[in-house]
């Protein structure tokens, strides 16, 4: 807006005009009293309780390290620490008007990208803001405070709508996993249904197999190379194990991930040699909600690196990556098409051809098997799975023909569900644009009507002026507050 166009009795000033941002004191977590009434605020929000508080609210609090450029408000009294600055808005200025003014600045843009990100106060007072009456400013205040009260129960009811698609796909997985989702279906064809039991039979079979065929293709080469290892032998489930798994239908049965897949690899690769293109690198952040996620923050390596740590079991498309760390379990199946190279902390699943991948991927992430999970895993800062850890853990197979049914009836509903977040997540986003505009209209002097009659901003900010002057600030507050004033 330039200053031909600011509404009847608005002024331009630069916001070190306006406001002094002075800094919190430090109160470390060990000082503070958990059971006192005041707030303490660091650069995110509220940290603690302290029962003697620094500053009188209302109070406007702004982060200066970490959270840099981040907004509060605390209308009680309170204790901001030293990574924050804090703002009296006075008897001259409406605070919550200063403080939906901050938030309209996005502050954090000028946060400094050092290891710790910070916010220098001068850059902030140099910001150029369009000052309004006194009297406008209350009406702007209530205008915004009745929109934002719709717009945060419709934002509410979006985030409940997300919060119970996240029940009903932990529900469904459950039910699918329990034999609930296709108890129908199997009546129907209850006769043409293999047994677990005799498909764990197959699977075995298949493997040594594998196996021998593999060790004499390894003889008639030359023997070049490490020899084929034969399959690594797991011990059976024991009756107390069975005793604290779930019941199954009849012709289910419990198989651990090493005895049922055809390859469970971990991947041995050290620190990448990470480069702008070439093969992607799945690390622990690309896999989530049961897919591998190639955004900005994807990695590659080159086709040497690839074939160096791949050359133990190259990922294939229709493998499965599981993550044992950093988070642990998460699991996405590798599209058809793409070519990928296996980070650290993650393990590779093959299924084989008697397993539907599908099938194997939501059984990873059934409830049941994510308790199973947090059970074996290790660490008291970081919990993880090891290697072993995964070869054992068990899930629940049934026939071939059951389940292709459950996986496609799990995609079916869990795409519907997607679907859905998906359009919860686009109205989330467009509250927030519209939370924007309507602060932008406001500092624009478009949310209110004005009104000849109040006293126009000029006066108001001589008023400001005054009042600061008779009550100056101190050493190098002083002089970036006369600054200012200087530069109006």
């Known amino acids: 807006m330039e200053l031909g166009e600011l509404p009847v009795g608005w002024i331009s000033c630069h916001l070190g005009d306006l406001l002094a941002f002075e800094y919190g004191k430090s109160l470390t977590k060990s000082a503070r009293s958990d059971n006192g009434e005041y707030p303490v605020f660091g650069s995110s929000g509220v940290v603690g309780l302290h029962d003697v508080y620094l500053v009188e609210g209302p109070v406007i609090i702004v982060g200066r390290k970490g959270a840099a450029g981040s907004v509060c408000y605390s209308e009680a009294n309170c204790w901001p620490i030293d990574t924050t600055y804090y703002v009296r808005s006075g008897q001259l200025l409406n605070s919550k008007f200063v403080y939906y003014l901050l938030h309209s600045l996005n502050l954090v843009k000028l946060e400094t990208s050092t290891a710790i990100p910070g916010l220098n106060r001068e850059k902030a007072y140099d910001e150029t803001v369009f000052l309004p009456p006194l009297a406008e400013q209350h009406r702007i205040v209530a205008k915004i405070e009745e929109l934002f009260s719709e717009l945060d129960q419709g934002v509410a009811s979006l985030k409940t709508a997300r919060e119970q698609l996240k029940v009903y796909r932990q529900s469904l997985l459950k039910n699918a996993?329990?034999?609930?989702?296709?108890?129908?279906?199997?009546?129907?064809?209850?006769?043409?249904?293999?047994?677990?039991?005799?498909?764990?039979?197959?699977?075995?079979?298949?493997?040594?197999?594998?196996?021998?065929?593999?060790?004499?293709?390894?003889?008639?080469?030359?023997?070049?190379?490490?020899?084929?290892?034969?399959?690594?032998?797991?011990?059976?489930?024991?009756?107390?194990?069975?005793?604290?798994?779930?019941?199954?239908?009849?012709?289910?049965?419990?198989?651990?991930?090493?005895?049922?897949?055809?390859?469970?690899?971990?991947?041995?690769?050290?620190?990448?040699?990470?480069?702008?293109?070439?093969?992607?690198?799945?690390?622990?952040?690309?896999?989530?909600?049961?897919?591998?996620?190639?955004?900005?923050?994807?990695?590659?390596?080159?086709?040497?690196?690839?074939?160096?740590?791949?050359?133990?079991?190259?990922?294939?498309?229709?493998?499965?990556?599981?993550?044992?760390?950093?988070?642990?379990?998460?699991?996405?199946?590798?599209?058809?098409?793409?070519?990928?190279?296996?980070?650290?902390?993650?393990?590779?699943?093959?299924?084989?051809?008697?397993?539907?991948g599908k099938y194997l991927l939501c059984a990873t992430q059934n409830p049941f098997f994510k308790k199973i999970c947090d059970k074996v895993a290790v660490g008291t800062g970081v919990k993880h799975l090891r290697v072993g850890d995964v070869e054992r853990l068990v899930f629940p197979i049934c026939s071939q023909l059951e389940q292709r049914e459950i996986a496609d009836q799990l995609d079916a509903k869990l795409s519907e569900a997607d679907q859905l977040d998906q359009t919860l997540a686009t109205a989330l986003q467009q509250a927030d644009a519209l939370r924007q505009s309507i602060l932008k209209k406001a500092f624009c002097g478009q949310l209110v009507e004005q009104d000849k009659n109040d006293e126009p901003a000029t006066a108001l900010l001589e008023r400001i002026r005054a009042a600061r002057a008779a009550f100056p600030a101190k050493g190098r507050q002083a002089k970036l507050v006369s600054k200012s004033l200087t530069n109006c």
Not at 218 to 227: M, N, V
């Open 177 to 356: 996993f329990e034999g609930k989702l296709t108890a129908a279906w199997r009546t129907a064809h209850r006769d043409q249904l293999e047994t677990a039991a005799a498909l764990q039979q197959r699977i075995a079979r298949e493997r040594q197999a594998r196996y021998q065929q593999q060790l004499a293709d390894w003889q008639t080469a030359g023997q070049p190379g490490p020899k084929p290892k034969p399959p690594k032998p797991l011990p059976p489930l024991t009756a107390e194990e069975l005793a604290e798994l779930p019941e199954l239908p009849a012709g289910w049965g419990w198989g651990r991930l090493l005895d049922a897949c055809e390859a469970v690899v971990d991947c041995h690769n050290k620190t990448a040699p990470y480069q702008a293109e070439g093969i992607p690198l799945v690390r622990t952040p690309s896999i989530r909600d049961m897919r591998l996620n190639f955004d900005d923050s994807i990695r590659y390596v080159s086709q040497e690196t690839y074939a160096h740590w791949s050359r133990r079991c190259p990922p294939l498309p229709g493998d499965i990556l599981f993550t044992r760390e950093a988070p642990m379990g998460e699991a996405a199946l590798i599209p058809e098409g793409r070519k990928v190279c296996m980070g650290q902390r993650i393990m590779l699943l093959r299924p084989g051809k008697f397993l539907s």
